[in-house]
């Protein structure tokens, strides 16, 4: 399965060729935190100084948050319905990186697990 990935930039010298594009290949039926593992396998995201980088990653809906100092991303709670709704053009899923400094990855998880994005 092709995953087509995009991201946020780090610093100002970063944005040069924004939003870094990478295509990434993994097996068939992988699942959502597979994949994730095989973006930090491929080091896609980058490392900042002092360690502490938090990204939290999207499809349509928030589906994970990784920090630097994290051995493994950490999934949200995602519906059958949330997964029928991830982001997918030409046959490949489309995920993006938001950077979000080095806020407490906690901090992040705890907003985006209670983050609604449509009125009940």
Do not use: C
């Not at 010298?13 to 924004?18: I, L, N, Q, S, V």
């Not at 290949?25 to 959502?32: I, T």
Request: without cysteine; aromatic residues 6%; proline residues 8%.
């Amino acid at each position: 399965m092709k995953v087509h990935l995009t991201r946020e930039s780090v610093a100002a010298g970063d944005d040069a060729d924004a939003p870094h594009p990478r295509t990434l290949e993994v097996p068939d039926g992988a699942d959502l935190q597979a994949v994730l593992g095989a973006v930090l396998a491929a080091r896609y995201l980058p490392s900042i100084s002092g360690g502490l980088a938090t990204w939290s990653a999207s499809s349509g809906v928030p589906l994970a948050v990784l920090a630097q100092q994290w051995p493994a991303p950490r999934m949200l709670f995602l519906t059958r319905a949330d997964l029928a709704r991830l982001h997918r053009r030409e046959g490949a899923l489309r995920l993006h990186f938001n950077y979000h400094t080095q806020l407490d990855p906690e901090l992040v998880l705890q907003v985006l697990s209670r983050l609604r994005l449509y009125p009940e």
